[in-house]
Structure formats: C-alpha cells, structure tokens
C-alpha cells in the first residue's frame, strides 16, 4: 500500500525551477508537453507567475486539446503538436518586459492530478555575436 502511494505521488510534476534564457527580438520556447496517447485530449494553460491552486491567472494563453481557446496578445503561440501533447509556449520577439517566471498547467482529471511546469525566463538585451570566418592561417 505505502509503495502505491508514493508511486502515485511521484506521478505528478510540479517541476520548479528551470531557467530559460533569450534575446531580445528573437523568440523562445518555454516546453510543456503531455502523454496524450494515454490521457486523451487535456486542456491547459500558460500563465505568467506562480500556477495557483486551480486554473491559471494571469492568462496568456489556453488549448482544450484540441485548439487554442484563449490567447492574450499574438506574440505568444502554442506551435507544438497539440495531437501529440505538446502545448509548449512560444513568445515572439522578446523584450526585457517578456523576462520573468511562468507556469504551464495541464488538467488531468482527478484529484491533485495537474501536471505544473514552472520556468524563470531571462531576456538577453544587445545583439547577439556571430565569430567572422577566418583565414585559415593562410599567410599571403
């Protein structure tokens, strides 16, 4: 029995933590993916800050499984599979103002069930450097 228990409790994500760096005016994504074979379609959202209890605040954006439902401005895109679970975030064209933590929450039906990402996104200002070729040590 006590071995079940843990088993079910090691089954729900609540992962903290992970950091995610871009640059300004390019776009990133913050991952968020599901095991849809086995859940079926499962609605979730994308929110800036802590998930609460329930539901997200702060919205951004949200899917049914099926389709994006609800998106706050255009900048921010669900461009994964959602067939295939993916309802990672994708933020175009960073500012600094886009630095910051956010949270995914799957629903998956039950008790204490939702699947919980968190991220702390930094924005990168300045142009990013690319090294020149170089002479490959010809001397003329």
Request: aromatic share 6%; net charge negative; charged share 25%.
């Amino acid at each position: 029995m006590k071995v079940v228990l843990l088993l079910a409790l090691l089954t729900v994500c609540e992962c903290d933590g992970s950091r995610v760096k871009g640059h300004t005016g390019q776009d990133v994504t913050l991952p968020c993916k599901y095991d849809r074979k086995y859940h079926g379609a499962l609605s979730a959202c994308w929110q800036r800050g802590e998930i609460p209890t329930r539901g997200c605040s702060n919205q951004l954006i949200s899917t049914d499984g099926v389709r994006v439902e609800t998106r706050a401005p255009s900048r921010y895109e669900l461009l994964g599979r959602l067939e295939d679970g993916d309802v990672s975030l994708t933020i175009k064209s960073l500012t600094e103002g886009d630095a910051g933590r956010y949270g995914c929450r799957v629903e998956i039906p039950g008790w204490f069930n939702d699947d919980k990402h968190h991220f702390d996104l930094s924005v990168v200002t300045g142009e990013v450097i690319t090294p020149e070729p170089s002479d490959s040590g010809i001397i003329a």
